[in-house]
């Protein structure tokens, strides 16, 4: 059984920052991509970062030079770190993998969510 967890999410003042992570669990065999996501009330869920296996990273224009991601790939885990949070990055952040692991002696390789964490930002 694959699952995908994110973490890290929480209640901050302006100016800090949070670690968030997602880590992948079950017979993994790789992450060939990560993406986070973020849904602030009453909008669309929005692409906000993104990692590939080989360490690539993209960021939307709204959080470059704030937003970092990185990856242990011993762990199966992404880590998006951000830094001076600002209150408009109030949402729940998804993290979205494509895996590649096994399901008996098959091997697949599947997109799946994470549950999503919350982080708000006051002011």
């Known amino acids: 059984q694959v699952h995908l967890v994110a973490s890290g999410g929480g209640l901050v003042q302006a100016g800090g920052s949070l670690r968030l992570s997602c880590a992948a669990s079950?017979?993994?065999?790789?992450?060939?991509?990560m993406d986070w996501y973020r849904q602030a009330p009453g909008k669309e869920r929005e692409l906000v970062a993104g990692?590939?296996?080989?360490?690539?990273?993209n960021y939307a224009d709204s959080v470059k030079a704030r937003f970092t991601l990185s990856r242990d790939n011993a762990k199966n885990t992404v880590y998006l770190q951000i830094n001076s949070l600002k209150p408009e990055d109030t949402a729940v952040y998804y993290c979205?993998?494509?895996?590649?692991?096994?399901?008996?002696?098959?091997?697949?390789?599947?997109?799946?969510w994470g549950q999503g964490t919350q982080v708000t930002v006051s002011s």
């Open positions: 079950g017979s993994i065999i790789s992450i060939n991509r």
């Open positions: 979205n993998a494509d895996l590649t692991y096994y399901r008996g002696s098959s091997r697949l390789s599947t997109k799946y």
């Open positions: 990692i590939t296996s080989g360490g690539a990273t």
